[in-house]
């Protein structure tokens, strides 16, 4: 499943917290061992930039050090520009984070970091999303040698087909191993917050407060709230094929 | 599969494209005879804002008309707002577009109008993302037309759980009939044009010209390529389950 260019393996490091997060740094170091690592981030935070593309205007590329790049736009335009514009060949994985923080169950369809390894993934190129679930205490360097691994294995042997691997990672003194999940579902609570201004105009602000996840034992949530790391293999195809069997009944 | 609130059907129309556009008044026309239309959308455009949610900042609603907001976000803002906030009970379907352009294939990754469908059917209200695959002489009210059958529909037989439908017109005078399709792939050739502004200093601007599709004679470009609609059924599950089956194999 591999290709290989020549010289050294590449390794495009992406993110969504920006270039100056530590998640990016702990990545980039623990990554150095098993090729060139290059890093084209987003110049500042573009969390929840979902999986847009910056089509309207121009984007500026910044070298900041040696293999080492800002793009003012989004997690997707990073991984587009590095691959068709500023390596020197093709990377043979692309692995975005580590982010601060999960992306579980329908995160998934939100997450600059998901993103970003879903842009490799649709370029032909094998990738994985690398996050730390955790809200304080992040130990970025434990997870990034979870991410070391995986990335080594994947070099090696590759990944399924038009598929990427969102690795969610739980902090360093709890891990109990490593699942295969699919992806969760949560149960929200109230997710709009009404407010009003200081000139007595309301504003509305987006919140969200889960309530509980469900999707079963074999979800990423199940395994996370046990302590394992949770690898989802996430399709480039979102079709789904059993709803076309149902639907051919229908008229039109 | 269908949950009745009190009163006629809310019917919720958003779309990317922002409220000015002719996509949106031609839908909310047509869709006018099923149920108290309510019509929340970007205050201006936001194609390929893709999934994301406004977190970091408040968001303005404004009335602009009966049933009519806008809203200074994306698209799924203006869903999860009207949802949770704006409308007077729950939406019976969430209807999308009509986009100014097709959206096929990982389209549906990027694009406004299917994450504003998708954030519907997340909040467990049947969905359809509703696009024009034209580039010029957009001819909304016939695909209008047809989004109302098909709204019809889903307000009587409801959808497959967890699962939008991505539908593609093709331009009125070439409809053959409509097809349930699977979600195709592009072949891209050059996406990224490197040029030089008038200072002299380099900047990149995304392009991506299409060289070919693949996928085979049931995806939604087939469908589209020879004159039918494409309803393709794109699911919230992004798991690659029969990658599963083969990462178990992975020791860590």
Redesign the interface.
């Known amino acids: 499943m591999k290709k290989r260019g020549k010289g050294k393996d590449i390794i495009l490091v992406s993110n969504d917290d920006g270039i100056r997060s530590e998640g990016i740094k702990a990545l980039r170091a623990a990554l150095e061992s098993l090729g060139e690592v290059y890093v084209v981030a987003p110049d500042r935070e573009r ?10 205007r ?4 910044e070298k900041i050090g040696p293999r080492e790049y800002t793009v003012d736009g989004t997690p997707t ?1 990073c991984i ?2 590095a691959v ?2 500023i390596l020197p060949r093709r990377p043979s994985i692309v692995v975005a984070g580590i982010n601060k923080g999960g992306n579980l169950g ?1 995160d ?3 997450s600059g970091t998901v ?1 970003a390894a ?1 842009e490799g993934t ?1 370029l032909g190129i094998p990738a994985i999303a690398v996050s730390l679930v955790s809200r304080k205490n992040f130990d970025f360097k434990s997870a990034a040698r ?1 991410a070391r ?2 990335a080594k ?1 994947i070099l090696a042997k590759g990944l ?1 087909k ?2 990427l ?1 969102n690795v969610n990672i739980p902090q360093a003194k709890k891990i109990k ?2 699942r ?1 999940t ?2 969760g ?1 949560r149960v929200f609570g ?3 917050f ?2 009003v ?1 200081p000139r007595g ?6 919140g969200g407060n889960m309530l509980r996840w469900e999707g079963g034992e074999d979800t990423d949530f199940a395994a996370i709230s046990r302590g394992y ?1 949770s ?14 069997s ?3 009944y ?1 008229k ?1």
Chains 1, 2 share one sequence.
């Open positions: 969390s929840a930039a979902s999986h847009s593309l910056t089509l309207h121009p984007l500026r590329v335009d587009t520009l068709n514009g329908e998934i369809s939100y993103s879903m649709l979870f691994k995986l294995r399924p038009d598929t691997l191993g490593a295969i699919r992806q579902k109230d997710v709009v009404e407010k201004d105009k309301k504003y509305y602000w987006i790391i690898i989802t293999p996430v399709h480039l195809d979102h079709t789904n094929y059993s709803a076309i149902e639907l051919q229908w039109f």
